[in-house]
């Protein structure tokens, strides 16, 4: 059986361009004892793989020019050598950007039966979510009664975040892109505001009119302009989780810093960093918390659906034009 899959020809320096992702197909081995043959039905794309095309590790590998790239998918099981999955199962991987996945049953895991579209394993209860869960959770230690600030509020992370943060009791402000991501902010109970076409200063004025008294919380998905506004509208003890910069992951050198970082000083703030990975031990307890919600539509989430395999590296590029509300994905 053959897989077909992207890769991608070379390690681009800023934006990408569709060129840089090549079509390949492989005719699959038989499959060995423990290994498991997925058709995948949903893919992933994630800004962070921009990062795993730079040839440099990160705090993960790189992808490889040539060979398969990979990512989060879900699909169905057409084969197995493993006695824990049975064809027809549905189950979700690491083996993304192909058709058909073959891979060891260790790194296969079956989908909770939560009563959810299996693509929501991919967005709300999957990575995403548990990400805007850690950040707000483990990271930003939110508490009831504070103000939030969230970037890139109408993502796959941000817009779970804002959700968590006012069902915590939070005033929620959330910065986002076109009109249609602010009025679902906004249908959400999320004071929404857009940072197109403004540089820190303005930004950091429409924040304040937003919330007067400061934020408690920051949750930075963005950096550049959006990090420098909020921290202009600090309050005392302020917490800021760092989860992505990705107003920089295109960028074709140095990236220059806030110009107040003493704000961090100023209002004996804390700003951390965290990769969701290092907190995975904590998946069941952010499904056991969050995935009833969504399964009974307390939580609301939005998905942008590309079709076909061949519409994977628009997708993916579509990310850093602001083209996704809510979880980017593939539809195979
Ligand atoms: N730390 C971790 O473990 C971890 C895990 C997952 C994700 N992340 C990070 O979390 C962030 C959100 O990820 P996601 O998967 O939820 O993506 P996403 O928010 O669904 O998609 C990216 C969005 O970012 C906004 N954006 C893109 N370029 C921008 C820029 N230059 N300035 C302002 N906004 C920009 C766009 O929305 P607008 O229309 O609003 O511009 C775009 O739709 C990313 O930075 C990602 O790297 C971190």
Redesign the pocket.
């Known amino acids: 059986m053959e897989s077909n899959y992207f890769t991608i020809i070379d390690y681009p320096t800023g934006m990408p361009s569709r060129d840089l992702f090549a079509l390949r197909h492989r005719e699959l081995p038989e499959l060995a004892d423990g290994e498991v043959r997925i058709r995948n039905t949903w893919l992933s794309v ?3 793989m921009r990062g795993r095309m730079s040839g440099q590790r990160t705090y993960i590998d790189p992808f490889v020019a040539g060979e398969p790239l990979d990512g989060a998918a879900v699909g169905e099981v057409i084969a197995s050598r493993d006695a824990r999955f049975q064809e027809g199962d549905k189950v979700s991987h690491g083996a993304g950007w192909r058709d058909v996945a073959q891979l060891s049953g260790e790194a296969v895991h079956k989908l909770p039966d939560l009563g959810v579209p299996e693509q929501a394993y991919l967005g709300v209860l999957g ?2 979510g548990m ?1 805007a869960w850690t950040g707000l959770n483990r990271i930003a230690d939110m508490r009831e009664g504070d103000n939030v600030l969230v970037s ?1 509020a ?5 817009s779970l975040t804002v959700q968590l943060a006012k069902a915590k009791g939070g005033r929620v402000v959330g910065i ?3 009109p249609q ?1 602010l009025e679902w902010l906004e249908s959400l109970g999320v004071t929404p505001v857009s ?1 197109r076409g403004k540089d820190a200063r303005e930004l950091a004025a429409d924040l304040h009119k937003a919330c007067p008294d400061g934020f408690d919380v920051y949750y930075e ?2 950096g ?1 302009a ?1 990090l420098e506004a909020a921290l202009d509208n600090l309050r005392l003890g302020a917490r800021i989780a760092v ?5 920089s992951y295109n960028a074709q050198g140095p990236t220059p810093g806030p110009s107040n970082l003493s704000k961090l000083l100023f209002h004996r703030a804390r700003m951390e960093g ?3 990975m290092d907190h995975w031990d904590h998946y069941p307890r952010f499904l056991e918390e969050v995935g009833p919600r969504v399964a009974n539509g307390e939580i609301s989430y939005k998905e942008t659906v590309e079709e076909g395999l061949d519409a994977t590296p628009d997708a993916f590029l579509k ?2 034009e ?3 509300t809510g ?2 994905l593939v539809r195979l």
Request: neutral net charge; charged residues 10%; proline residues 6%.
């Open positions: 994630d800004p962070y990575m995403p990400t890139a109408s993502g796959a992370v941000g986002a892109g076109a991501k940072y998905n963005v550049g959006c989860c992505g910069l990705i107003d965290f990769i969701v990310l850093f602001g083209g996704n979880k980017m």
